[in-house]
């Protein structure tokens, strides 16, 4: 095992790391949300807000680790912040001599990627990193590394906020300029609340909403309702698109997925219609008698199949509509019942919930 290097400016990263007066704080919602998001976008089990200290690494948030601190001798970002300007990727710690030997590595939590990107303050000290950990060996796809580098800058930003707002509120019975500066940095941390609520509510890839915010569009169309049997859920799959990503790989996928999704979005009846449930499949809604709903998924289906994308591709279609006392989880399951009745059928096809 390779022990971190001390900073050239180690001095001056500590003085500030203590600026912020951050160091074994309570949780706090903010950096909590921002772990949950790398967690989600890097499809990891573990993520962590790290902020390394004198001779360890604290974790101001941590989302699948038990331990809140650990020596810097060991920590992982303690090599990240070397270079503050860059992302630190380990594919696979097992084939890197500097951790390949680690207790992290070899014992629990038995680290084998990694990847830091590290939390600059305006200044340029590195505090520590917004990092993301798997027990498999694994590569970042450009849309993960991009996500995770703005996710850190994010934190880095609320890391600022909070330490500005926290020295005004201490300076804010002194002067009414004061009183003015907090307001104008608690509006920005409202912003930035905003853009992360956002995140938590968004695919990264498509841009689509998530099935968390298709839910929650679907609670308030139920409450909107006025007629029963006039809202209706599909849960769309593309057939066979294992085959092409082991054919043509990963990125040729995602210019599908990319694809799918853009002609999906020209079909929802509103803003939160569709969504990508995860994988190839997605979610539309529907407000309308059945009958509609359903040829407003052949229609769907015959626009993706027309698609310019160079490749055979077609979608399957499960339809279910909601009945009247029925949670939404049931609708879900219902459609999804659906869908693999048409993957049964042949694929290219709609197929409607039994009873409906």
């Known amino acids: 095992m390779q022990k971190p290097e001390i900073p050239a400016n180690e001095a001056a990263r500590l003085a500030a790391l203590r600026s912020y007066d951050i160091l074994d704080t309570a949780p706090e919602k903010d950096f909590d949300d921002l772990v949950a998001i790398a967690a989600a976008i890097c499809d990891v089990p573990t993520a962590l807000v790290s902020l390394v200290d004198a001779d360890r690494q604290w974790f101001k948030a941590r989302i699948g680790l038990a331990a809140s601190e650990t020596p810097r001798e060991l920590a992982f970002c303690a090599h990240a912040i070397l270079e503050p300007n860059r992302t630190m990727v380990v594919p696979d710690t097992h084939n890197d001599a500097r951790f390949a030997d680690s207790p992290l590595v070899v014992d629990d939590p038995n680290i084998r990627f990694y ?44 890391l600022e906020l909070r330490r500005v707002s926290h020295a005004l509120a ?90 799918v999704a853009e002609a999906l979005r020209l079909y929802a009846a509103a803003p939160g219609g569709v969504a990508r449930y995860g994988g190839e499949e997605f979610l539309m809604m529907f407000e309308c008698g059945q009958a509609q709903a359903q040829l407003q998924c052949e229609y769907v289906r015959e626009a993706v199949a027309n698609l310019p994308v160079g490749l055979p591709l077609t979608i399957s279609i499960g339809l279910a509509t909601h009945r009247a006392g029925e949670d939404t989880a049931a609708t879900f399951a219902r459609a999804d019942q659906a869908l693999y009745a048409a993957k049964r059928s042949g694929r290219n096809r709609v197929a409607v919930a039994e009873g409906d």
């Open 115 to 158: 990847a830091g990107a590290p939390l600059v303050t305006p200044g340029g000290e590195a505090l520590g990193t917004l990092c993301v950990i798997d027990r498999q060996p694994r590569e970042l796809r450009q849309h993960q590394y991009v996500a995770l580098q703005a996710l850190s800058t994010q934190t880095s930003r609320l």
């Open 170 to 259: 201490r300076q804010l019975q002194e002067s009414d300029w004061y009183e003015q500066k907090l307001l104008q940095y608690q509006a920005e941390l409202e912003a930035s609340n905003a853009d992360l609520t956002a995140l938590t509510r968004t695919d990264p890839l498509t841009g689509l909403p998530n099935r968390r915010a298709f839910a929650l569009a679907l609670e308030q169309a139920l409450a909107r309702q006025q007629a029963p049997a006039a809202l209706h859920v599909a849960v769309l799959d593309i057939d066979h698109f294992k085959t092409i990503n082991d054919i043509h790989g990963h990125p040729e996928g995602d210019r599908v997925l990319l694809a």
